[in-house]
């Protein structure tokens, strides 16, 4: 038997071989079947090329889901790029981090978004960054893009790819992407760590592809399917379990940029979609709409869930209401390229609740002495960039991904999630580390001490809460804390709750003892 390939380059040859003329991204008005999207992504390719893309280089992303997304990935892989995936919400300053620390030379980027310029408030931000190619995505309604101050083609509107791809053949393309190798980089995700900085977790094509396919398999995508992909493309969920399982299976990808729950039902009607997946919250939203009696959502078959505790009602009601055949829930981390285990079709709606399955295909897990959850797996993070230290914290000798997460695992081999050994909360789906904000909020003025924790909240799973210690003689207000978080976080990290305190407790070794304050009432 022929084993299946091992670089998205090869893996997209062979989806547009098998699946030609079927549908392989719908946006709106934009359809592109597999054989046009080989064509789109060729073109960006050599376009990048163009402008001197080497292989092993990093380029950027800050861009919502789109067609564009798809297309520019899968590009950045066909050139033998990495691509470097920025959360939607970051301020300029977190972007700007990430783009210097990967020494990145090229970025796409979105026109205005949700009522931000982002290229404007980059450059702003960091007017000394060296990108050398910057590919400007549009969004309905924007206004042309005129090439930059910086140097003719520094700035390169999207519709003008085509002219810049002139200078590069169709052969020279190909002969890049068919040298990509299965080692080579095809991402770099950051996830924030404890210490407050972000971390930078490398993951190489095969890796990416064999975690895809574990994931379809149970998920039981097919090329049938329309998949209705949620999840931000930035973030593992969107990007590995939407984009690349659907490369490897044919399943259609129908991105959706801002989720609305209205707008989600009329895409989940007029696109037939069968595959949905998101944060309990995305589910939850629907089944409570009070449209969606008048709804046809008959089309769904697949839902896949994570991300936060997941009540039985909600996969009974899913499975119930919804009638789906096929409702999952599944666990993850960036370190482990974005998956580690997953229940099974055949599973109760109790497993699938109080479990994230077991497993998948290629994985190892067991319990440290202490209960922590490890990991072990080819498709584990070969470690973070340019981090030893952190890299031997977070992965033993043995190859044992240690998770931070403190786990249950039943005679089946199933894992239950019961607590956390770092800070971690999750706020609609998202990490949130609170050494970073609490990093942030030291260098407010007026600031003596604070302490972030996660507090539970009915529509986003749990938000922020900050406790904050004044300095003598400063009078900060509610609004002047949360003012300044807003200035310097992406919103998910911006705590909800702020309360001041006179002090804060602290254990004998001169460590908040957070356990004391999540105990308290919110």
């Known amino acids: 038997m022929t084993s299946p390939p091992q670089t998205t380059p090869l893996a997209l040859h062979e989806a547009a071989r098998l699946y030609g003329d079927a549908p392989a991204v719908g946006d709106g008005a934009v359809r592109l079947s597999w054989s046009q999207l080989l064509d789109s992504v060729r073109e960006t390719a050599r376009a990048l090329i163009a402008r001197g893309i080497q292989r092993g280089d990093r380029i950027g992303i800050w861009a919502p889901n789109t067609h564009h997304w798809v297309t520019a990935v899968l590009a950045t892989h066909y050139v033998g790029a990495a691509i470097v995936p920025f959360n939607t919400r970051y301020v300029a300053a977190e972007a700007a981090e990430v783009l210097s620390r990967t020494n990145a030379k090229a970025l796409f980027i979105a026109g205005t978004?949700?009522?931000?310029?982002?290229?404007?408030?980059?450059?702003?931000?960091?007017?000394?960054?060296?990108?050398?190619?910057?590919?400007?995505?549009?969004?309905?309604?924007?206004?042309?893009?005129?090439?930059?101050?910086?140097?003719?083609?520094?700035?390169?509107?999207?519709?003008?790819?085509?002219?810049?791809?002139?200078?590069?053949?169709?052969?020279?393309?190909?002969?890049?992407?068919?040298?990509?190798?299965?080692?080579?980089?095809?991402?770099i995700l950051f996830t924030s760590g404890t210490t407050g900085r972000s971390k930078g977790v490398p993951i190489a094509h095969h890796q990416v592809l064999g975690s895809a396919r574990a994931w379809a398999d149970c998920a039981t995508l097919n090329n049938t399917d329309n998949y209705l992909v949620i999840p931000p493309f930035f973030h593992s969920f969107g990007y590995k379990a939407g984009i690349l399982t659907s490369l490897v299976t044919g399943a259609t990808i129908i991105p959706q940029a801002v989720f609305d729950v209205g707008a989600t039902m009329r895409l989940i009607h007029d696109e037939r979609i069968t595959v949905l997946t998101g944060p309990p919250t995305i589910h939850q939203s629907i089944l409570d709409h009070p449209a969606r009696g008048e709804a046809d959502l008959s089309s769904l078959r697949v839902a896949v869930t994570g991300a936060a505790t997941v009540p039985v009602v909600l996969i009974e009601r899913m499975r119930g209401e919804l009638d789906l055949e096929v409702v999952l829930t599944a666990y993850g981390q960036t370190e482990s390229g974005g998956f580690g285990t997953m229940c099974r079709p055949e599973d109760s709606s109790e497993t699938i609740a109080n479990t994230c399955g077991r497993a998948i295909d290629g994985f190892e897990m067991k319990l440290a002495d202490n209960g922590e959850l490890l990991l072990r797996s080819y498709q584990v993070m070969r470690g973070y960039l340019d981090d030893p230290q952190a890299t031997a914290a977070t992965i033993d000798p043995d190859g044992w991904l240690h998770t931070g997460d403190v786990a249950v695992i039943d005679e089946r081999g199933y894992m239950k999630v019961t607590d956390r050994l770092k800070d971690m909360y999750i706020s609609g789906g998202f990490n949130v580390y609170p050494a970073e904000i609490e990093q942030t909020m030291a260098r407010l003025e007026g600031v003596a001490e604070t302490a972030v924790i996660g507090v539970p909240d009915e529509r986003m799973g749990e938000v922020g809460k900050v406790f904050v210690v004044r300095r003598n003689g400063f009078e900060l207000s509610e609004e002047d804390v949360r003012a300044y978080a807003k200035e310097q976080l992406a919103n998910f990290k911006v705590p909800k709750y702020i309360e001041f305190r006179d002090e804060l407790p602290y254990n004998a070794a001169g460590k908040v003892l957070k356990r004391q304050l999540r105990e308290e009432k919110a």
Do not use: C, H, M, Y
């Not at 509107?157 to 002139?166: D, I, M, N, R, Y």
């Open 113 to 187: 978004f949700l009522g931000r310029d982002r290229l404007a408030e980059l450059r702003a931000a960091a007017p000394e960054l060296g990108i050398e190619t910057t590919i400007v995505i549009p969004v309905e309604g924007e206004e042309p893009i005129e090439n930059a101050p910086g140097g003719p083609g520094s700035v390169i509107a999207w519709s003008e790819l085509g002219k810049v791809a002139e200078a590069v053949s169709l052969e020279q393309a190909v002969a890049r992407a068919e040298s990509v190798s299965p080692e080579d980089l095809s991402d």
